[in-house]
């Protein structure tokens, strides 16, 4: 395959190494604060501990500020080298959402004005990236568009719930639909590693799909409350479901880092961490930096390519593609 | 393989992306120590928010006032607590939630589908409906773990149960063989020795900083009332904002703080840990009465703006755009060769 990736300007260099602490940053807070601290509470005698378990919220905490401040950073020079790129929409729409998010900290904006321009934003994103070059192929758009589907599924009963609040016991069904758009969102992820199938990472997908399944076999309540609070994830469905779709996740994350295309392990690892639906901005920004990454993997992949030596062709840059 | 046309200034291009990157760096690490050191909250929640309303006329602890028909309820989604045993299937999928103020007293209203009532517990398989409240124990929404607090930051638990609204019963209503004839206390040592179980208000006003922590507090001023119909519970519950002692949230106005709910179906064998619990919401107490325009006043009118915003910047930068790429490209172009070997 021969391409030509074309930009009216080069992609900042500091773009990736930042993307790539943003997702280190809030997998930390996500271990640290809203996994082990909110679980490490259940264990008997823990105030034996209790310099550790400090320690460890402590260190939780700093990642989450950290976090916080990189995905705002992430966001604008995003935002700036969409502007400078021709991508204006992509530049308006993070512009906004930032703009609304920061009013919204300092009590300026009420909340369904927040849930609104949040899922206004994540809406927006495969307008901005996916549907502006007309040779995007299905690789690269259907992932992308599904996240962006249960995210949107996820949050509308919030919102129905706070303006028509006869309606918000009906928000179950919705959320049943987004999880199981989820789990092929994640399926679909497979389709972003092109070539023969790759053995390592086939290795590590199957680790990890087994892990999940033996964790929801063995002790379904606690992990599908974790699930519940860190990724929107209920739990309604069979265990084996789970463990196929973390497998195609971890295989396609380490595949295509094994080929050098960091953009499918940066967005998947911001999705994580933001989980799907509502839950608070930073989480909103962090889901929908991880659409972008997603939906315009030339992002990553050209500003990585002053840090990785050599970037293998895969066949979602086909939308950049001439 | 991809090859790059590089171009000549690519090594100082590199370098200066180096620079700032170190630059970002050192703004994120400072900003986060700043963040904690002064612990400042730049993220929003975005989860649900019940509004306590000024109210115009005093609710009362009558569960069918016609005040909590003035106010829009939320709903929140309740999910089986399956954390630590006993472990809940779900015995109430969701619950309504209306709050009010008046004269500094906090009224909640709690409304869920149970088609029986659940009000006596005279035999060991009996169990009785509830629900519960849940605040930090120092108002806040930067909360302690949802599950009964944690050791170092503790909850406050507002707890009605049908059982103990109705009373024991000392004198079975089928019979006089089971009864006991002494009423003094003496003869009834749980009352005697003061547990709460024993002589509970209809309300218990409890703290718990973790699992097997929860106790009752000596403040039992917590005032609830209950009343089943046909399609399932009214439960309302009132205290005033200044709290009765320790470990007990501070209410006031433009206040918001964290709140959980439990509720317990008896005819679900629901009890202690099996329950039926929702996520952590928000409730800001509002300084205005509700004014019936939807969900918010202030949030209607920026949400009204936010999109107006939204969708012209859209548009515009839309038009901007197309217009832009209609234009010949620019020479600073970086151009990238991929051909597969």
Same mark, same amino acid.
């Given at each position: @395959? ?33 996994? %082990? ?9 823990? &105030? ?26 992430? @966001? ?22 930032? @703009? ?19 899922? $206004? ?21 259907? !992932? !992308? ?11 509308? !009963? %919030? ?5 028509? !609040? ?11 639909? /987004? ?7 994640? /399926? ?16 590590? /997908? ?19 409350? %974790? ?66 990454? $997603?939906? &315009? ?26 | 393989? =991809? ?24 703004? #994120? ?20 928010? =019940? ?56 009224? =909640? ?10 009000? *006596? ?31 170092? *930051? ?13 009373? =024991? ?49 000596? +403040? ?10 046909? *399609?399932?519970?009214?439960? *309302? ?22 709140? #959980? ?35 918010? +006043? ?22 901007? +755009? ?20």
């Amino acid at each position: @395959m021969t391409g030509k990736l074309r930009t009216s300007r080069a992609i900042e260099p500091y773009l990736y190494p930042i993307a790539l602490l943003t997702v280190a940053a809030l997998l930390i807070e996500l271990a640290a604060l809203r996994i %082990l601290t909110r679980t490490a509470i259940h264990i008997p005698g823990l &105030d034996r501990v209790a310099i550790g378990y400090r320690v460890i919220s402590e260190v939780g905490r700093f990642a989450f500020g950290a976090g916080v401040v990189l995905i705002a950073i992430l @966001m604008i020079v995003v935002a700036i080298d969409g502007f400078e790129r021709g991508r204006r929409v992509l530049a308006a729409v993070l512009s906004i959402f930032l @703009m609304v998010a920061a009013l919204a900290a300092v009590g300026a904006v009420g909340e369904t004005a927040l849930s609104v321009a949040t899922l $206004l934003a994540v809406l927006a994103v495969p307008f901005a990236c996916l549907f502006r070059g007309s040779g995007s192929r299905p690789q690269v758009w259907v !992932p !992308p568009v599904l996240f962006v589907a249960v995210f949107t599924i996820a949050g509308l !009963p %919030l919102i129905v719930s706070g303006a028509a !609040p006869d309606l918000g016991a009906s928000g179950t069904g919705l959320w049943q639909v /987004a999880e199981a758009l989820a789990l092929i969102a994640g /399926a679909s992820l497979v389709s972003r590693v092109a070539g023969p199938l790759m053995w390592k990472s086939v290795l590590v /997908a199957s680790l990890a799909g087994g892990i999940v399944l033996v964790s929801l076999v063995a002790q379904p309540s606690t992990i599908e409350i %974790l699930m519940l609070w860190n990724l929107g994830l209920a739990g309604y469905f069979h265990p084996l479901v789970y463990a196929a779709a973390t497998a195609s996740v971890v295989y396609a994350a380490h595949g295509a880092w094994h080929l050098g295309d960091r953009s499918v392990s940066i967005g998947v690892g911001l999705i994580v961490v933001g989980g799907i639906g509502l839950h608070s901005t930073i989480q909103s920004a962090a889901f929908l930096m991880g659409v972008v990454i $997603l939906s &315009d993997p030339t992002l990553i992949r050209a500003s990585a390519e002053h840090v990785v030596p050599s970037v293998a062709p895969s066949i979602d840059n086909a939308g950049a593609s001439h | 393989m =991809i090859e790059l046309d590089r171009a000549p200034d690519r090594t100082s291009y590199e370098m200066a992306g180096r620079r700032r990157f170190w630059i970002v760096l050192l703004v #994120a690490v400072v900003a986060a120590t700043g963040i904690r050191a002064f612990d400042v909250k730049p993220a929003v929640a975005q989860s649900q928010t =019940i509004t306590a309303w000024r109210s115009t006329v005093d609710p009362g602890l009558d569960p069918a006032s016609t005040a909590w028909d003035a106010v829009p309820p939320v709903f929140l989604q309740l999910t089986a607590q399956n954390v630590t045993p006993p472990m809940s299937d779900g015995g109430a999928p969701w619950v309504q939630v209306a709050a009010l103020h008046f004269d500094d007293v906090l009224y =909640i209203n709690l409304r869920w589908v149970d088609l029986t009532a659940d009000d *006596t517990t005279d035999s060991v398989a009996e169990f009785s409906d509830a629900v519960a409240v849940q605040f930090p124990a120092v108002a806040a929404t930067s909360v302690p773990a949802l599950c009964m607090g944690q050791a170092d *930051t503790a909850v406050n638990i507002w707890h009605w149960r049908a059982d103990t609204q109705v009373g =024991i019963a000392l004198t079975p209503e089928d019979g006089y063989v089971d009864m006991y004839p002494e009423s003094d206390e003496l003869h009834y040592p749980a009352v005697a020795a003061g547990n709460p179980m024993a002589s509970a208000p209809a309300v218990q006003n409890l703290v718990a900083g973790g699992f097997g922590t929860l106790t009752a507090l000596e +403040s039992q001023v917590i005032a609830g009332v209950g009343s089943h119909r046909e *399609t399932g519970w009214s439960v *309302t519950m009132a205290r005033p904002f200044a709290p009765p002692g320790e470990l007990q949230p501070t209410f006031g106005v433009e206040e918001v703080m964290d709140v #959980a709910f439990a509720v317990w179906n008896g005819d679900n064998d629901d009890r202690n840990g099996k329950k039926s619990v929702s996520a952590l919401v928000r409730m800001a107490i509002d300084d205005n009465a509700y004014e019936g325009v939807g969900p918010a +006043s202030d949030s209607t009118t920026s949400l009204a703006v936010v999109t107006m915003v939204f969708a012209g910047v859209v548009m515009v930068a839309i038009l901007v +755009s197309f217009v832009a790429t209609r234009r010949p490209e620019g020479e600073d172009e970086l151009e990238v060769e991929a051909s597969e070997g």
